[in-house]
C-alpha cells in the first residue's frame, strides 16, 4: 500500500489565514477553557522521570517585550499595537502537522488545521503573558526536538518525512507509558503541553464545540424556565456545605 502523502511540508506550507481579532477572541476563550479537566486530562502522569539522556534543544527564548492589550480589550476593533506573532512558516507548518495528527479530520469533522488552530498556538505563544510564555519555552523547544529527531532517524525535517515515520516519532512520545524510554521523557512532558493546547483551541472553535454537542449560547423562545428541580436540589446541598443556606 502507498504511503499517505504529506498535507503540509516545506514545499506546501501552512497559510496563517485567522484575523488579529478573530484570534485574540480565541485566546480569551482559551484561557478559560484550558483550565478545564476534560481538555487537560490527557497530560502525562506525575510520576518521576528520568529527564537527564537524549537530546534537547533548551533554546535560550528571551522574553516578549510587547503590551497586551488590557483587561477590557475591544475585541470588535483589534488593538493597533497588539505583539507580533513569532512563528516562523516552518514552524507553524509543523504545529499544522502535529495539530491534525492530534485533531484529525473524521467524516463532516474538520481536523485542528482546518479550522486554523495553528494560527491560535502562534498567537498564544507569542502574547506576553506568563501563562502563555511559559507554555512558549515547550512548544518552541519540542518544535525543534522533532526537526532534530526526524534528522537523525530520516535525515529530514519533521514537516517532510511521511505520515507514517511523523507518526513513528509522534508514538514514541504521545503518553508517560510504563516502558517509557528516559531519552523521550522531556518531549513527553513538552508534547503534553501542544496537545493540551490544540485541543482546548479545537474544541473553542465552532466545529469542535458542534462535535461534542455544545448547546451553550443558543436563545431560548420565550420566557426563560428556570433550572430544573435536579439543580436546584444540587445548589442548595452545595449552600448548605458551605454553611450559606437561607
Known sequence: MADKKNKYSSSKPYQSSLTRRGALKWLGAISTAAAFPALIGCQSSSKKLNTSKGHWPNLSLSPVSANGYGKDPNLIIAPKNVWPRILTTEQLTLVAVLADIIVPREGNVPSASEVKVPDVVDEWVSAPYSRQQADKEYILN???????ESILRFNALFIDVSPAKQLMIVDDIAYNKADLSAEFAKPMLAFARIRRLVLAAFFCSPEGTK???????????????????????HLNQVLDNLGLSL
Open 142 to 148: 519540542i518544535l525543534t526536538w522533532l526537526d532534530d
Open 211 to 233: 462535535d461534542i454537542g455544545y448547546l451553550g449560547n443558543v436563545p431560548i423562545a420565550g420566557d426563560y424556565p428556570g433550572p430544573t428541580d435536579e439543580a436546584i436540589q
